[in-house]
C-alpha cells in the first residue's frame, strides 16, 4: 500500500477551513440576507450586516501577525473557528429580538464572523501549507482554497431549503453545531510543522520539481515595490469584490430573466472551484507569475465579452462567467503565491498580511462602486469596463514588481 503524505491531510484541513470560516462565516450571508430582512429588517439594516462583517475582517487583518505569532497556528485556528462557531449562535437570538432590537444582535454576529474570517481562512492556512510543502505549494493552495467555492455550492441551497423547511433560528444553530464539530476535528488532525509528525515537508529529500522554485525570493523588498504591491493589491480586491456581488443584477440589466440570472451565479461558482484546483498545479509547473498573470488575462476577456451580453444569445451570458469565473481564482491563490516569491521565509507573514489588508480595503472601497455607476447610466456593463481598466492596471504593476523585486535577488 501507498503511505500517504499527512501534508495532503494539512491540505484538507485548509480546505475544510475555507469552507468553514470563508464560506459559513462569510459568502454564505447573501442566501441569509433575505430572510432576515423578511423579519422586519430594511434594506439598509441588511446592507449593513454585510458592511460590519467587511469592516472587522479587515482590522483584524492587522492583528493577524501578531495574534498567531503568540497562539502559534494551531490554537489560533481553534480560536478563530470557535468565534466563527459563535457568530452563528449570535445570529440565531437575532430572530427572537424585536425588529429593532434584532438589527443590533446580527450586527453583533456580524462582527464575530468577520473576526473568524479575517483570522482563520487565507492567513493560517497559507502558512501552514508553506511548513508542509516543499513542492506542490500551488497545488495544495488552490485545493485548500476551493472550499470557499464548495461552501457556496453545498451549502447556499442546503441553508434555504432548511431555513423554508424549520426556521432561521433552527438552521443557524445547526450551523453552529457543525462549525464547532468541524473545529474540534481540525484541531485534533492539525499539526503546525511537519517535525511534530516527525516527517520531512512534502517533497523535501526526494526528487525536486525542476519547475519549484529553487531558492527564496529577497530578504527584504524596496519601498516602491512594497507601496505598488499594495495598490495592485487594492485594485484586485476592489475588482474581486465588484465583480461578484453584481453577477445576478448585471445579467438581469442585460434583459435575460430570474433564472438565467441565478444560473449565472451558480456557474461562476462551480467554475472558480475548478480554477483553483487547476491554477495551482498550473503556478508550480509555470511559475506564480506566468500562471497569475494569465489568470488576469482571462478575467479581462472575461469583463470584455460582458459587453456583448444581449438579453437574447444564452452564449454570450454564460461565456463571460466562464472566463471571468476562471480568472477570479487570482484572488486567492495569488497574494500567497505572490508573497511566497516576493520574500524569505522570516519574511512571508509580513509581506502575505501587507497584501491581505489592501485586499481588504479594495473590497470595502469598491465593492459599491458598480451601483453607483448602474444609477447614472441605467446598466451595469460599465461598470465592468472599469472593472477590466482596474485587472489590466494591476497586470502590469505585478509584472513590474516582480521585475523590480527580483531583480537584485
Request: aromatic share 12%; charged share 10%; glycine share 12%.
Amino acid at each position: 500500500m501507498i503511505k500517504r503524505h499527512y501534508a495532503w491531510v494539512v491540505c484538507l484541513c485548509g480546505l475544510w477551513l475555507f469552507v468553514c470560516n470563508m464560506g459559513l462565516c462569510s459568502n454564505i450571508l447573501s442566501v441569509y440576507l433575505p430572510f432576515i430582512e423578511a423579519e422586519g429588517l430594511s434594506d439598509s439594516m441588511g446592507s449593513a450586516i454585510l458592511s460590519i462583517r467587511c469592516l472587522f475582517s479587515f482590522a483584524v487583518t492587522f492583528l493577524v501577525e501578531f495574534y498567531y505569532r503568540k497562539l502559534s497556528l494551531r490554537r489560533g485556528i481553534f480560536l478563530a473557528s470557535l468565534i466563527g462557531a459563535a457568530s452563528a449562535v449570535v445570529y440565531s437570538a437575532g430572530s427572537l429580538a424585536s425588529p429593532g432590537g434584532s438589527a443590533f444582535v446580527y450586527y453583533a454576529g456580524a462582527a464575530l464572523g468577520g473576526i473568524a474570517y479575517g483570522l482563520g481562512a487565507i492567513y493560517p492556512v497559507s502558512l501552514l501549507l508553506s511548513n508542509w510543502f516543499h513542492t506542490h505549494r500551488g497545488f495544495a493552495l488552490g485545493v485548500s482554497s476551493a472550499g470557499s467555492g464548495v461552501a457556496a455550492m453545498a451549502f447556499s441551497p442546503l441553508v434555504s431549503a432548511l431555513v423554508l423547511r424549520t426556521s432561521l433560528r433552527t438552521t443557524f444553530l445547526l450551523q453552529a453545531a457543525f462549525m464547532l464539530i468541524s473545529a474540534v476535528a481540525i484541531f485534533l488532525l492539525l499539526r503546525d510543522t511537519p517535525a511534530e509528525k516527525g516527517v520531512l515537508p512534502y517533497g523535501e529529500g526526494g526528487a525536486i520539481d525542476p519547475k519549484a522554485r529553487e531558492k527564496e525570493g529577497p530578504a527584504s523588498l524596496p519601498k516602491t515595490v512594497l507601496w505598488m504591491l499594495a495598490l495592485m493589491m487594492l485594485l484586485v480586491g476592489g475588482a474581486g469584490q465588484a465583480f461578484s456581488g453584481h453577477l445576478s443584477v448585471l445579467t438581469q440589466s442585460c434583459g435575460y430573466g430570474a433564472r438565467a440570472a441565478a444560473t449565472v451565479v451558480s456557474l461562476q461558482g462551480l467554475v472558480l472551484v475548478c480554477s483553483k484546483f487547476l491554477s495551482g498545479g498550473l503556478a508550480d509547473r509555470f511559475g506564480s507569475k506566468r500562471c497569475t498573470s494569465l489568470l488576469m488575462v482571462l478575467f479581462i476577456l472575461g469583463c470584455a465579452a460582458v459587453q456583448l451580453m444581449n438579453g437574447v444569445s444564452l452564449f454570450w451570458c454564460f461565456a463571460p462567467v466562464c472566463f471571468m469565473g476562471f480568472g477570479a481564482s487570482v484572488y486567492n491563490v495569488g497574494p500567497p503565491l505572490w508573497a511566497g516569491d516576493l520574500s524569505d521565509k522570516a519574511g512571508y507573514p509580513r509581506l502575505l498580511k501587507w497584501l491581505q489588508i489592501f485586499y481588504n480595503l479594495g473590497g470595502i472601497l469598491f465593492s459599491a462602486v458598480p451601483g453607483v455607476i448602474a444609477d447614472h447610466t441605467g446598466e451595469y456593463k460599465s461598470a465592468y469596463v472599469l472593472i477590466a481598466c482596474m485587472m489590466l492596471l494591476s497586470l502590469l504593476m505585478l509584472r513590474w514588481s516582480y521585475w523590480r523585486g527580483l531583480k537584485k535577488a
